[in-house]
């Protein structure tokens, strides 16, 4: 396709038709910023919330705050910005004017089930409302945009004749609508069946330049049929970043085009959209994360992908650990004044026997005391990071009462206690699933690191048992909401979930990219002195334990001199930074334990 092909326009729909159907509540600020990161992407188009009953949408009921926040009203004195605001009524449409809005959108139903259901109306009296709102709408000065719903199939009445499509276009056009945008709501449609209604439309005399595409991608065909919408000469394409969408009166659509896959299939093309497309992707990668869900743009994760290897920091040679022990299923290998503790049973998944958790909790107990160790990591061998306790016949405490829950409980609270206290950073390196003890142990660790296949699933609860030694950990790291949920349902818990909640540090793409990723973590912990890390640690603790509380003064306090003093690592450290020079605090640990020997 040569670069001069026409240009087309692309409708940014995500912040209306993209949250709507989202039930988690999206606060305004993350609906403006989104607003605001579409803009500077290049979207010159963008649709930003409807004016609609809170009873009936509850997302957009913020529709007011959003449209008069004054950043908004700046974005609306920018002559080559279109911002469109969907409007159901006469009340809505006073709402928007009220508001400053410039340009609205109406919208019917081709079919008549989808019409009781969405707008509580036939198709006739969905017509007459929609044009007397464009009639006082172009009246009052506002442009005005047609939507026509359903344009190939119904959910309720089956397939819809394009006859019926024609006659709802015609009378928006005929409205004084500048544009009619084609809903493919179900996502049902197919290259033929898009290139049958618009030269169905065309032939009926309807301008193809008045046309617009609005396709689902229920059946993955939404991408395809953008494109032979364009070959047949449609110029107007709306879509939503990271495919977000989806309506609540079309039960099993799915989310709308993604903007990422289109603006990807158009520049490769050479046809211009105007968009930034790195840009554009950060975006849908960002507004994901605030709203907990998965990325549907296909160019969006793999363009994200490929720019996260691409930035990666050079590589440096790996660190050379040496093995230290291997007993009890359990590896200890050495790298300066880093420990790495391997959960070697990869055939069990990790699971903890006895033998393990006693070597686990010596090995951190001896270390926690040693001057000549600064961290501890935590990592398994397999597939699996630990899939809690062992649960195999004639090894599982459970169900054995007396003696032996005693002694499996000991076991497990001194395991977790010791870690937590531990004055040395912990880290645990997720190779894999967790589950159940697995689970604590890693959030018994100060910092997380995971393979994107890793998830950890409280899993207890399908066996008829609790998440007990291990919730104090899980609670205080999660949030409370957060924990109730995930022990109530048992279910998975994504890597990219964890990861944006702060829960985890970095995800890593596999296990070879885990290894470097703790390797440049750890060569980035050696600007950190471990007086500093441990009495960063406790400042947490008392926070936790003593938030507002005298105990959690008293600690400041004497943290505050501890850290004064002149012969601690503050001291050295103040003195390099006076002389222009960074410290390798790896370096000054080893020197310093090696001269007291």
Known sequence: MPSSSPAVRIVEVGPRDGLQNISTPISTATKLELIHRLEKAGLQTIELTSVVSPRRIPQLADCRDLLQHSSVQDLAKDPKLRLPVLVPNLKGLEIARSSGVKDIAVFISAAEGFSRANINCTVEQGLERAKEVAFQAIKAGLAV????????ADPYDGPTPPAAVLR?????????????SLGDTLGVGSPASVRSLVQYLTDAGVPVSSLAGHFHDTYGQAVANVWEAYTCGVRVFDSSVAGLGGCPFAPGAKGNVATEDVAYMFQDAGVETGIDLSSLVET?????????????????VALAGKAARTARPTKFPALQWTLAIDADGIQLYRNGVNLKVVLNRSRNGNALTAAMIAQLTSLVASASSDPAVSRIIITGSGRFFCTGMDLGKGSTPVAQGGSSSEAQFKRLTELFDVIDRCPKVTIACLNGPAFG??????????????????????????????PATISKYVIREWGVAFAREAMLSARPVKAEQLHSLGLVAEIAENAEDLHQRLDAL???????????????????????????KEQQAEGIKSLFYEMMRPDGDGAHGVREFQSGRKVDWDAYIQKATKAKL
């Not at 945009?145 to 190939?152: D, E, L, N, P, T």
């Not at 709802?168 to 009619?180: I, K, P, Q, S, T």
């Not at 849908?284 to 969006?300: C, D, E, H, P």
Request: aromatic share 6%; glycine share 12%.
């Open 145 to 152: 945009r047609g939507y026509v719903s359903c344009i190939f």
């Open 168 to 180: 709802c276009v015609r009378a928006l056009l005929d409205a004084g609508c500048y544009e009619v």
């Open 284 to 300: 849908g990668v960002w507004i994901s994360k605030q709203i907990l869900g998965a990325n549907s743009s296909r160019a969006g």
């Open 437 to 466: 003890g697995g689970v604590g142990l890693a959030f018994a660790c100060d910092i997380r690191l995971c393979a994107r296949s890793a998830t950890v699933t409280l899993s207890e609860g399908k066996l008829g048992l609790c």
């Open 522 to 548: 750890l060569v980035r912990l050696r600007q950190v002195s471990p007086g500093a890390s441990r009495m960063s640690k406790e400042l947490v603790k008392l926070a936790w334990a003593h938030a507002g």
